[in-house]
């Protein structure tokens, strides 16, 4: 299978966090999280191979480069107000990320309609 260079990108980039979130934090951050919560986390780890700290890490390091690159972090680039600018992008992402659920979804869904077609006509092909 030949990968896209914006893929190998993202997998060069996934694979260079993982290393990351590997090496020993440099500080703690203590969170107070329900009992359910917590064992949903865990539950998420199991399925995703790595520990409930590296999940719960990546999810903060995720947050903060959209915040970094998007969000309160990003470099305000308009003619309004920087408060102004902090909060549209604030709303934005919170809107963005309430429709990602659906979002993935539906990409999920579309992925595996193509990748049976292909099947179905490799089966065809060598029927034919």
């Known amino acids: 299978m030949t990968v896209s260079t914006p893929e190998k990108e993202a997998l060069?980039?996934?694979?260079?966090?993982?290393?990351?979130?590997r090496r020993a934090p440099a500080a703690t951050f203590a969170v107070r999280l329900d009992e359910d919560l917590v064992k949903t986390i865990k539950r998420l780890a199991e399925i995703y191979g790595v520990s409930a700290s590296q999940l719960v890490r990546s999810w903060i390091v995720e947050r903060l480069t959209i915040e970094a690159e998007a969000g309160g972090l990003a470099q305000p680039g308009s003619q309004f107000p920087?408060?102004?600018e902090r909060t549209v992008r604030k709303e934005v992402i919170e809107t963005v990320m309430e429709?990602?659920?659906v979002l993935v979804d539906r990409v999920v869904r579309e992925l595996f309609s193509r990748m049976?077609?292909?099947?179905?006509l490799l089966a065809e092909g060598t029927r034919g």
């Open 99 to 101: 429709a990602v659920p």
């Open 12 to 21: 060069s980039d996934w694979r260079s966090r993982a290393i990351a979130m």
């Open 82 to 84: 920087d408060d102004t």
């Open 116 to 120: 049976d077609r292909e099947v179905e």
